[in-house]
C-alpha cells in the first residue's frame, strides 16, 4: 500500500513539474516570438520590454552589444535583420527563474559591410524578472555550410 501511495506521489509531483515547464516553454516561446519581431521590425518600446538591462549579446563575428547599443545599432539600420528562422529552439530551466534556450537558427541579416546569410549554433539566457521573461544573454557561432 505504501509503495502504491508512493507511486501514486512521485507520478502526480512528475506531472506538476511537466506541467509548470510546459507553461514557462510557452511564456519563453511568446517572449523571444516578440523579441524577434522587435529585431526584425526595430521597435525601441518592445526591445526594451523584452532585453533586459543587463544583456550581453555576442554575435557570431565577435562584436559584442549590450543592451543600450543593440537598441541603438537596430533603430539606427547599422544592422538589419531580413530574416530569423529557427531551425531548432528548446528550452530547459536549471533553476526556477532562469532558462537556457539553445539550437539552431537560420539568419540573414544586412550591414555596412554586406549581407550575411548562416545557420547558428546558438545559446541563449532568459530570467525571469518582476513576472516577466526578458532577454539576458546571447552567444552564437556559425556552423559550416551543408555539402550536398
Not at 552589444?65 to 533603430?75: A, E, V
Request: aromatic content about 8%; hydrophobic content about 40%; charged content about 25%.
Amino acid at each position: 500500500m505504501k509503495n502504491r501511495i508512493l507511486t501514486v506521489l512521485c507520478a502526480s509531483a512528475l506531472s506538476c513539474v511537466h506541467a509548470q515547464d510546459d507553461a514557462r516553454t510557452a511564456a519563453l516561446t511568446n517572449a523571444d516570438n516578440a523579441r524577434v519581431s522587435a529585431m526584425l521590425h526595430p521597435d525601441s518600446a518592445a526591445l526594451g520590454a523584452a532585453l533586459s538591462d543587463e544583456m550581453r549579446y555576442a554575435h557570431s563575428n565577435g562584436i559584442v552589444d549590450t543592451k543600450d547599443s543593440l537598441i541603438d545599432t537596430l533603430l539606427k539600420g547599422r544592422t538589419k535583420y531580413l530574416s530569423y528562422d529557427y531551425e531548432e529552439r528548446k528550452f530547459t530551466f536549471p533553476a526556477p527563474e532562469i532558462a537556457l534556450m539553445s539550437g539552431r537558427a537560420h539568419i540573414k541579416a544586412a550591414t555596412a559591410s554586406g549581407e550575411m546569410d548562416s545557420v547558428l549554433s546558438y545559446l541563449s539566457v532568459w530570467r525571469l524578472e518582476k513576472g516577466q521573461w526578458r532577454f539576458l544573454a546571447w552567444q552564437s557561432c556559425r556552423l559550416p555550410v551543408a555539402k550536398p
